[in-house]
Each structure stands twice: as structure tokens, then as C-alpha cells.
């Protein structure tokens, strides 16, 4: 399974950014998205399983579109401090697969 992650940039604080994550095939179990900001661990902060989504920053969304094999992550009213690498996990036959990353710039 590869994992395909864009969206990522350079956004004024407040502003909004989409996350994308496209997966070479039809996922059925977790997908998610972690970041890691600089010189910090890695942060779980939604995920989303054919039970439902649960959101662990309240600002962000996460969504998928199993007809295009894509989950989104939809960021709001974003901070400087939600600058990171964002990872997009999927969990597939007890096996699990990491985007490459994509960065997220929040300026002040």
C-alpha cells in the first residue's frame, strides 16, 4: 500500500489548509493522520475507522472518500504551534503503512 499525502504549505495563522492522502487501493481498516512538530514526538491527531472518525485536535476534520481511496485532513483556524510534518497511517492486514509527509508552515 503506498500512501500519497499533499496539501501541505505555508498558511497565515487562522487560516485553513486540506490534507490529502491518497491510497494505492481500497483501505478498510484505520486510516489517520499524525504530525511531529521539530524537536517533538510524534502526535496522533484524528483517525478514522469504519466505526467512525474521532478528531484529538478540535479545530481539524477528518474525512475519507472510499470511492477515491482518499482520506482528508481539514485544518481550521490554525497556530504557529500546528506547525509539523503531517503523516498520514493506514492500517491494512496487521500491517502499517506511512506517507512520506507533507509539511505545514503556520506563520504569526
Known amino acids: 500500500v503506498q500512501l500519497v499525502e499533499s496539501g501541505g504549505g505555508l498558511v497565515q495563522a487562522g487560516g485553513s489548509l486540506r490534507l490529502s492522502c491518497a491510497a494505492s487501493r481500497s483501505i478498510v481498516s484505520t486510516m489517520a493522520w499524525y504530525r511531529r512538530a521539530a524537536g517533538k514526538q510524534r502526535e496522533l491527531v484524528a483517525k478514522i475507522t469504519s466505526s467512525g472518525a474521532t478528531n484529538y485536535v478540535s479545530r481539524f476534520t477528518i474525512s475519507r472518500d472510499n470511492r477515491k481511496n482518499t482520506v482528508y485532513l481539514q485544518m481550521t483556524s490554525l497556530k504557529p504551534e500546528d506547525t509539523a510534518v503531517y503523516y498520514c497511517?493506514?492500517?491494512?492486514?496487521?500491517?502499517?503503512?506511512w506517507g512520506q509527509g507533507t509539511q505545514v508552515t503556520v506563520s504569526s
Open positions: 497511517y493506514a492500517s491494512f492486514e496487521y500491517t502499517d503503512y
